[in-house]
């Protein structure tokens, strides 16, 4: 039976202090394993646009260690995350299923009708997650920076924004939160190692304002600690940034460096290039500010590699890096089965195994997984949804897969190399009123929004503005000759062959999954 997060309240171990409180690492790892099976590191970044790295094709940024390190390896052009949305996103590279397996939807949803994904596919007891899978592999797990799978009604004790952080009860009652949810989020997942939690986005914290800034450095220092400790055995560490979603991370480049969601730090880490050189060096190189945010992660990210020289670990480590959503379009795209949500930035390097490549080949976000497990020869019994890439950056084979699966809110996809199918599909309560008033309801089955804009109907991220097609319920795009997803064929004759294709192929990938989806299942 599976425990809420508050019945996982009761039962932790007081441990209030900034201190850490992992669990030990395993045990079973050797200095003769580690260094015959490869270490792997999964750097995760935070709405990140292929504008935001010079690799990708960016102008205005400086990331030479991203560049270099996408250079030296496998460049994935046609990666394309399955949920593109924060929650849902992280759902896929904690467990290598498809969001819509979240036992949460499940409990919310009635099975005979479309789930709606978006923050809400969870990790609960009982779901099984690569850091579960690695135990008694061999390996020891880490997991430093953003998590964002979890229930924000656990957080127990609530801040005013403009508290005082230094008032030792505001104080106390910010550091019992992070310990709190780090004991949970640390049961619920199973990681050997956790340290420098953000447990959610800045805003959902129950933080006071001054307390909501990004803190990269000391995301770096548990990483680089984490290796320090485990350096003698294999090892999968996951790093997700906070950033560069927001808030601006430019502001927190300029703030206390000793600010963390744990409270005051008594020093600023001092573990990767400092902030003030990031500023110097984006204005030398004639670039803007916001450059400097980028240059943050990727000062971090040459921290890591100083760190894996230092202990000889180069050679034998795999670096995954991707980011959780938004591609092009400068991420209006977020939150929608479009290419500026799923098709996102994301390279493989493993000098020990892989040339430097720009793949083409259909990869999805459930693929990482299943990589990493064959990279260190890991095995499971627990079901997943991809296929490791392995082969495909190997060149064994230059196919991985004919299509990949999308889906979030009320909307699911398939896309293959030329074409993609978009399918919104209500629930039965509005259903109806949907079908006989067609452009009434958005892709999040609302009617209206919450913000400035309020009364008027719109896409959260402004996705309307750019595909005149958002408000069909059927949208087919021919990717080869409209990459910006601009002409809808769904309703074309000439392509009505095409369309029941695509039809098909996205009616296999709803058929196994929980929930109803139209005439899909």
């Given at each position: 039976?599976?425990?809420?997060?508050?019945?996982?309240?009761?039962?932790?171990?007081?441990?209030?202090?900034?201190?850490?409180?992992?669990?030990?690492?395993?045990?079973?790892g050797s200095d003769t394993i580690g260094t015959q099976r490869p270490n792997v590191i999964m750097i995760y970044t935070d709405d990140m646009n292929f504008k935001d790295a010079a690799v990708f094709g960016g102008k205005e940024v400086m990331t030479p260690?991203?560049?270099r390190l996408a250079n030296e390896g496998a460049r994935l052009d046609r990666y394309y995350v399955s949920s593109p949305v924060c929650t849902p996103s992280r759902y896929n590279l904690l467990t290598g299923r498809y969001a819509s397996y979240s036992s949460t939807l499940l409990e919310r949803y009635p099975t005979s009708e479309p789930a709606f994904l978006r923050w809400n596919t969870h990790i609960e007891e009982g779901e099984n997650t690569i850091a579960e899978m690695f135990q008694n592999s061999g390996y020891v797990t880490g997991?430093?920076?953003?998590?964002?799978?979890?229930?924000?009604?656990?957080?127990?004790?609530?801040?005013?924004?403009?508290?005082?952080?230094?008032?030792?009860?505001?104080?106390?009652?910010?550091?019992?939160?992070?310990?709190?949810?780090?004991s949970i989020i640390?049961?619920?997942t199973g990681f050997d190692y956790m340290e420098s939690l953000y447990y959610n986005n800045l805003h959902a914290m129950a933080l006071p304002a001054e307390m909501q800034q990004h803190n990269q450095e000391w995301v770096t220092q548990s990483a680089l600690e984490f290796i320090d400790q485990n350096h003698g055995k294999p090892f999968y560490l996951y790093m997700a940034t906070t950033t560069p979603h927001g808030p601006p991370p430019v502001a927190s480049m300029k703030s206390d460096p000793r600010i963390t969601p744990a409270g005051f730090l008594d020093q600023a880490p001092q573990v990767q290039a400092s902030r003030d050189s990031a500023f110097i060096r984006v204005k030398q190189a004639g670039l803007p500010e916001s450059a400097a945010v980028m240059l943050w992660i990727d000062d971090a990210i040459q921290a890591?590699?100083?760190?894996?020289?230092?202990?000889?670990?180069?050679?034998?480590?795999?670096?995954?890096?991707a980011s959780d959503h938004s591609g092009k379009n400068g991420g209006r795209g977020k939150m929608t089965n479009y290419e500026g949500g799923v098709n996102t930035p994301a390279f493989v390097w493993w000098p020990k195994k892989i040339s430097p490549q720009q793949v083409d080949g259909l990869v999805s976000s459930v693929d990482i997984v299943p990589t990493i497990l064959d990279a260190t020869g890991v095995s499971t019994e627990q079901p997943l949804d991809g296929q490791s890439m392995l082969p495909l950056l190997t060149g064994q084979t230059d196919q991985l897969r004919d299509d990949a699966y999308l889906e979030i809110t009320y909307t699911r996809g398939v896309v293959t190399d030329r074409w993609k199918y978009i399918a919104v599909r209500f629930p039965s309560d509005i259903r109806d009123d949907a079908r006989q008033n067609p452009g009434k309801y958005n892709q999040e089955g609302l009617t209206q929004t919450t913000d400035a804009l309020a009364g008027t109907l719109r896409s959260r991220y402004r996705a309307h503005e750019l595909h005149p097609g958002y408000f069909d319920f059927d949208q087919l795009y021919d990717l080869?000759?409209?990459?910006?997803?601009?002409?809808?064929?769904?309703?074309?004759?000439?392509?009505a062959d095409v369309l029941a294709e695509m039809k098909a192929r996205l009616k296999q990938h709803v058929a196994p999954l929980p929930h109803a989806f139209g005439e899909f299942k």
């Open positions: 039976m599976r425990l809420s997060l508050l019945k996982h309240l009761a039962l932790l171990t007081p441990c209030f202090a900034l201190s850490a409180c992992s669990s030990p690492p395993n045990a079973m260690t991203i560049d997991f430093v920076g953003k998590y964002h799978n979890f229930e924000n009604e656990a957080i127990q004790l609530h801040n005013e924004l403009d508290d005082d952080p230094r008032d030792p009860e505001v104080a106390a009652r910010i550091a019992k939160n992070y310990q709190d949810m780090k640390q049961q619920l890591l590699l100083d760190k894996l020289e230092h202990h000889d670990l180069l050679d034998n480590t795999m670096i995954i890096f080869q000759n409209d990459p910006d997803e601009r002409h809808n064929l769904a309703n074309d004759p000439a392509y």
